[in-house]
């Protein structure tokens, strides 16, 4: 299994440019997730889904979109880029149902700075 | 809502010692899973330990054990025989179950010294 995967691994950005950070995972997990990470801020949620056709927001979802047209892939999209949006994003997945523990698996990252 | 603290923004241990990281939560659930995740320079995030709540033996995982403290909603992580791999930057984190949010604290930065 590749686990999670991210592309790419990092991206420079002007700003109002859009892009599109991709996410796939073959574990066959229902849930998915896309945090970013600060400095001093810990990881934040930005939107996730809990299976496809599925998504709702998280703590920070301004200046997101994100759509799940399958169990495998969970896109997540730019819309016009800022640079308050520097930052390093994680994609996460997990099993989905009763019974826990819930671990959530991370891709390795994307870093992207906006200019 | 969760919360999750971590207050410490940093630490160093020499090598070989013993050191432990802090962690209080907040929830108002019953069941729910706290985790600890290393991340070291590489930026890969690792599962380092999980508790399950509903346990009361604290959890091991070869040198990393938990003090899981449930009444004071405590979760410190302990680190024995410090190794300079474990030079990282550690994330507690909660979750209460299915289809939930994985809420992480913001961290701290451990430093081990040769």
């Known amino acids: 299994n590749a686990g999670v995967t991210q592309t790419p691994k990092f991206q420079v950005l002007k700003t109002g440019q859009s892009m599109t950070l991709q996410c796939a995972q073959d574990m066959n997990h229902e849930y998915m997730s896309w945090y970013r990470q600060d400095p001093g801020m810990g990881l934040r949620l930005i939107h996730y889904?809990?299976?496809?056709?599925?998504?709702d927001q998280g703590e920070v979802p301004n200046g997101y979109n994100v759509s799940r047209s399958t169990t495998e892939d969970f896109p997540l999209r730019l819309l016009s880029a800022a640079p308050s949006q520097t930052s390093v994003y994680f994609c996460?997945?997990?099993?989905?149902?009763?019974?826990?523990?819930?671990?959530?698996?991370f891709g390795p990252g994307t870093r992207l700075t906006v200019t | 809502a969760q919360t999750v603290t971590q207050s410490q923004p940093e630490m160093s241990v020499q090598e070989a010692e013993t050191v432990t990281l802090s962690c209080t939560y907040d929830?108002?659930?019953?069941?729910?899973?706290l985790f600890w995740y290393k991340q070291p320079p590489s930026r890969q995030m690792i599962l380092v330990i999980r508790?399950?709540?509903?346990?009361?033996q604290n959890a091991t995982e070869n040198r990393f054990s938990v003090n899981f403290q449930k009444a004071a909603k405590s979760f410190s992580l302990k680190i024995s025989d410090s190794q300079l791999g474990d030079t990282a930057m550690y994330f507690c984190?909660?979750?209460?179950?299915?289809?939930?949010?994985?809420?992480f604290g913001k961290g701290i930065t451990l430093s081990v010294r040769p």
């Open positions: 889904s809990v299976g496809a056709g599925i998504t």
């Open positions: 929830t108002s659930e019953n069941n729910y899973y």
């Open positions: 508790q399950e709540a509903y346990k009361q």
């Open positions: 984190a909660s979750h209460t179950g299915a289809n939930s949010k994985l809420t």
């Open positions: 996460a997945s997990s099993y989905s149902g009763t019974g826990g523990p819930y671990e959530q698996y």
